[in-house]
C-alpha cells in the first residue's frame, strides 16, 4: 500500500493578493506528501541543503513520512519566489535557485526500491528517470512535469514517458508537449508518447483523465476564497495517487474516485499559504467535503 515520491522540498517566498510569505517550507514532492499521507505511507526522496530548517524536517516527520532518503547535502536548499497577481491559475516566478537540487542523484534503500507505487513529482527529467531505474518491480509509475523540462528537456521527457502509466500535466504544459491547442487531443497525442492514462489539470476549470478505455472529466471545488494556489496540483497529484495506491486497483471506479479525492485535497491546498491548510487535514475533512463535492452535481 505505500507510495514512492521523487521531488523537490523547497523554500518558498510567494505573494497573492491577499499577502506575502517568505521561505515556506514547499517543493513538489512535500505537497504530494501532505496528500498522499492520509490515504497511504508516504517515502519522500528528495536533497536539501545544510540551511535546511531542523524544524522543517522534525515537522515532516512527524507528518508520519519517511525521510530515510532525504538527502542533506552540502550548499543551499532549492528556492523559488513567485508572485500571483490577477489570475490566480499562474504563477509569475520571480527567482529560482536550484541550489543542492542541480547535482542530485536519488539515493534509496532496498526495502524502497520493492514498493509498487511510484511517483515521479516535477524534477529534471534525467533525475526522474535516475529513480525510476532503481526501483525492481513497479506496477503503478505517475509523473508529473512543467514547462521548463518539456522547453528544454524534451527529448528525455518523451523517452521516460515510456516507461509510465500515468502522465499529469497542466493544459498549458499539455499543450506545450503535445504540440495540440484542443484538450482532447492533446490528451491523445500524449498518450501516443506511450503513457497508459494521461491526467490534464484545468486548474478552475477542473480535470480531464484519457485513456483507450474512458474518458472522465469532473469540475473543481468551488472554493470561495482562493489564498495562495502554489501546489495545488501537487496536492492533487498526491490525494489521486494516494487513493489509488490505497485501494490496490486500477478501475474505472477507483479511478473516479481518486479523481475526486484529488480534487478535494487541492481545494483545502488553495486556501491558505504553503503548507499550513492541508496539513491539518484528516481523512475525515476529505471526506465530509467529497460528500458536498456531490451534491454540487445534478445528478
Known amino acids: 500500500m505505500s507510495i514512492i515520491v521523487l521531488g523537490t522540498v523547497a523554500l518558498d517566498s510567494v505573494k497573492t493578493p491577499f499577502g506575502s510569505r517568505k521561505e515556506l ?32 524536517i522534525s ?34 516566478t520571480l527567482n529560482t535557485e536550484l541550489g543542492v537540487l542541480s547535482g542530485f542523484k536519488p539515493r534509496i534503500s ?27 518491480s513497479p506496477e503503478l509509475v505517475g509523473l508529473d512535469s512543467m514547462n521548463y523540462w518539456i522547453n528544454n528537456k524534451r527529448k528525455e521527457l518523451i523517452r521516460l514517458l515510456k516507461h509510465i502509466d500515468i502522465y499529469v500535466a497542466n493544459d498549458q504544459e499539455a499543450r506545450a508537449l503535445s504540440g495540440e491547442n484542443n484538450i482532447i487531443k492533446a490528451a491523445k497525442a500524449l498518450k501516443g508518447y506511450g503513457a497508459r492514462m494521461v491526467l ?18 469532473l469540475p473543481a471545488y468551488p ?21 489509488l495506491a490505497k485501494a490496490q486497483k486500477v478501475n474505472p471506479t477507483t479511478l473516479k474516485k481518486a479523481l475526486a479525492y ?38
Open 262 to 299: 484529488g480534487t478535494v485535497a487541492a481545494s483545502f491546498n488553495i486556501e491558505d499559504f504553503g503548507l499550513n491548510r492541508t496539513s491539518r487535514l484528516k481523512l475525515q475533512d476529505l471526506g465530509k467535503r467529497l460528500n458536498k463535492f456531490k451534491d454540487c452535481f445534478l445528478f
Open 200 to 217: 490534464i489539470k484545468k486548474g478552475e476549470n477542473g480535470v480531464l483523465f484519457y485513456s483507450d478505455k474512458f474518458i472522465f472529466s
Open 110 to 136: 532496498e526495502g524502497q526500491s520493492r514498493i509498487k507505487n511510484i511517483f515521479l513529482a516535477n524534477v529534471d527529467p534525467e533525475i526522474q528517470e535516475h529513480l525510476l531505474h532503481k526501483m525492481r
Open 25 to 56: 517550507l514547499g517543493g513538489s514532492a512535500a505537497h504530494f506528501s501532505m496528500a498522499a499521507r492520509l490515504f497511504t505511507p508516504v517515502n519522500l526522496i528528495a536533497i536539501v541543503g545544510k540551511d535546511f530548517p531542523q524544524k522543517h
Open 223 to 243: 472554493v470561495e476564497k482562493v489564498i495562495d494556489p502554489t501546489g495545488a496540483g501537487d496536492t492533487f497529484a498526491g490525494g489521486f495517487m494516494g487513493y
Open 59 to 92: 515537522f515532516l516527520k512527524g507528518k508520519g513520512l519517511n525521510l530515510s532518503s532525504l538527502i542533506i547535502d552540502e550548499g543551499k536548499t532549492f528556492r523559488w519566489a513567485g508572485e500571483y497577481a490577477g489570475d490566480l491559475n499562474t504563477a509569475l
